[in-house]
C-alpha cells in the first residue's frame, strides 16, 4: 500500500507557473509505480493530464499541456513533479497524483490504484 501526498497548488495569473510534487509513503517501493497526474475541475469529469513511466524513461501528456507541462520523477526521493508553465484560466482544477502498479503509464482513471487527496489549482485571467 502506499499514501501520496500533493502539494504545491495556489493561485496564480496566466501565463504564469507552478509546480506540484507529490510525495508517496508505505511499504512498497516508489519505483514499483508508474505514475500520474489527474485534474477535475468543478461539474467535469476527472482527466488524465499526464504520467510517467515507473523508472521515468518515459512520460505521456494530454493534448491540451504538451508543450507546457512537464512529469519527472526522483524514485530517491519518493516523489512525482508536474511542472506547469504558459498556466491558463482553463487549467484551474484539483491535480491529483495517482499511482498503478504497472511498469507504464495510462490515461484511464482505472488504471490507477492509489490516489493523493488533491491540491487546488486557480488560474486567474
Known amino acids: 500500500q502506499v499514501q501520496l501526498v500533493e502539494s504545491g497548488g495556489g493561485l496564480v495569473q496566466a501565463g504564469g507557473s507552478l509546480r506540484l510534487s507529490c510525495v508517496a509513503s508505505?511499504?512498497?517501493?516508489?519505483?514499483?509505480?508508474?505514475m500520474g497526474w489527474f485534474r477535475q475541475a468543478p461539474g467535469k469529469e476527472r482527466e488524465f493530464v499526464g504520467g510517467?513511466?515507473?523508472?521515468?524513461?518515459?512520460?505521456t501528456y494530454t493534448d491540451s499541456v504538451k508543450g507546457r507541462f512537464t512529469i519527472s520523477r526522483d524514485n530517491a526521493k519518493n516523489t512525482v513533479y508536474l511542472l506547469m508553465n504558459s498556466l491558463k484560466p482553463d487549467d484551474t482544477a484539483v491535480y491529483y497524483c495517482?499511482?498503478?502498479?504497472?511498469?507504464?503509464?495510462?490515461?484511464?482513471?482505472?488504471?490507477?490504484?492509489?490516489w493523493g487527496q488533491g491540491t487546488q489549482v486557480t488560474v486567474s485571467s
Open positions: 508505505g511499504r512498497s517501493s516508489f519505483s514499483t509505480f508508474a
Open positions: 510517467i513511466s515507473r523508472i521515468g524513461s518515459s512520460s
Open positions: 495517482a499511482a498503478a502498479y504497472v511498469s507504464w503509464e495510462t490515461p484511464r482513471v482505472s488504471g490507477y490504484d492509489y
